[in-house]
Nanobody, 120 residues
Framework: QVQLIESGGGLVQAGGSLRLSCAASGRYFMGWFRQAPGKEREFVASINWTGSNTYYADSVKGRFTISRDNAKNTVALQMNSLKPEDTAIYYC?????????????????WGQGTQVTVSS
C-alpha cells in the first residue's frame, strides 16, 4: 500500500503564495488534484518520474509549478498569484503507470488532502 502524506495547505490572501508538498516513496507518476465544495475533483498538475514532463490545467498555467525531488521522495506544488477560486481541498495522487495523467480515475493512490483557502 502506498502512503501519500500532503502538507503545506492553509489560509492566504488573494495574490499570495503557498507551497504544497507530498511525501511518497517509490517510482510513481505524481499528480495534484483539487475539489471545491459542491464540485467534482479536478486535475491541477502532474509530473512524470524523471520530472522531464509536466502537465497543467489551463486554469493554473503560469501560476502553479509542479516539481519533484526523488532523493527526498517528495513532490511539490508551488502556487503563486492565488485567487479565491483556487480554494479547495488539494489531493496528491500517485500511480506507477496512470491510464490518464490528467484524470482522477487514472491514479490508484491518494493522499488525505490538505485545505487551501484563498480570501479575497
Amino acid at each position: 500500500q502506498v502512503q501519500l502524506i500532503e502538507s503545506g495547505g492553509g489560509l492566504v490572501q488573494a495574490g499570495g503564495s503557498l507551497r504544497l508538498s507530498c511525501a511518497a516513496s517509490g517510482r510513481y507518476f505524481m499528480g495534484w488534484f483539487r475539489q471545491a465544495p459542491g464540485k467534482e475533483r479536478e486535475f491541477v498538475a502532474s509530473i512524470n518520474w524523471t520530472g522531464s514532463n509536466t502537465y497543467y490545467a489551463d486554469s493554473v498555467k503560469g501560476r502553479f509549478t509542479i516539481s519533484r525531488d526523488n532523493a527526498k521522495n517528495t513532490v511539490a506544488l508551488q502556487m503563486n498569484s492565488l485567487k479565491p477560486e483556487d480554494t479547495a481541498i488539494y489531493y496528491c495522487a500517485a500511480d506507477p503507470a496512470p491510464r490518464g495523467v490528467v484524470v482522477a480515475t487514472g491514479y490508484r493512490y491518494w493522499g488525505q488532502g490538505t485545505q487551501v483557502t484563498v480570501s479575497s
